[in-house]
C-alpha cells in the first residue's frame, strides 16, 4: 500500500519560516518527481514545487526564492522549506509522486499551513 505522509504544518507568523516533511512508503522511491503543491479554500490546487529523482528543481512563481525543495532518497522522505511566509501562503500542503514513465500518481493527506499574526 502507498503512502505519503506529510507532517511539519502549522501556525506561523507572517516572515516566519516553517518546514515541511513528506514520508513515502510502499514505492520504489527514488524514480519518482517529488511534489509539492497547495489548495486555498476556494481555489484549485495548484503546484508549489517539484523535484525530478536527479535533483532538478521547478518552483512557482510566487514562492521562488523563499521556498526550498530537497530529497533524501535514502529515507524516501521529500522536503519543503518555506521561509518569508505570507498570508497567502496560507493553505493546505499536499505532497505528490509521480512517474509518467508507469502512469502512477500519489497523494498525501495534506497538512495545513497557516500563516497569521
Known amino acids: 500500500q502507498v503512502q505519503l505522509v506529510e507532517s511539519g504544518g502549522g501556525l506561523v507568523q507572517p516572515g516566519g519560516s516553517l518546514g515541511l516533511s513528506c514520508a513515502a512508503s510502499?514505492?520504489?522511491?527514488?524514480?519518482?518527481?517529488m511534489g509539492w503543491y497547495r489548495q486555498a479554500p476556494g481555489k484549485q490546487r495548484d503546484m508549489v514545487a517539484t523535484i525530478t529523482s536527479s535533483g532538478y528543481t521547478n518552483f512557482a512563481d510566487s514562492v521562488k526564492g523563499r521556498f526550498t525543495i530537497s530529497r533524501d532518497n535514502a529515507k524516501n522522505t521529500v522536503y519543503l522549506q518555506m521561509s518569508s511566509l505570507k498570508a497567502e501562503d496560507t493553505a493546505v500542503y499536499y505532497c505528490?509522486?509521480?512517474?509518467?514513465?508507469?502512469?502512477?500518481?500519489?497523494w498525501g493527506q495534506g497538512t495545513q499551513v497557516t500563516v497569521s499574526s
Open positions: 505528490n509522486a509521480v512517474r509518467p514513465s508507469r502512469g502512477t500518481n500519489y
Open positions: 510502499g514505492i520504489f522511491f527514488s524514480p519518482y518527481v
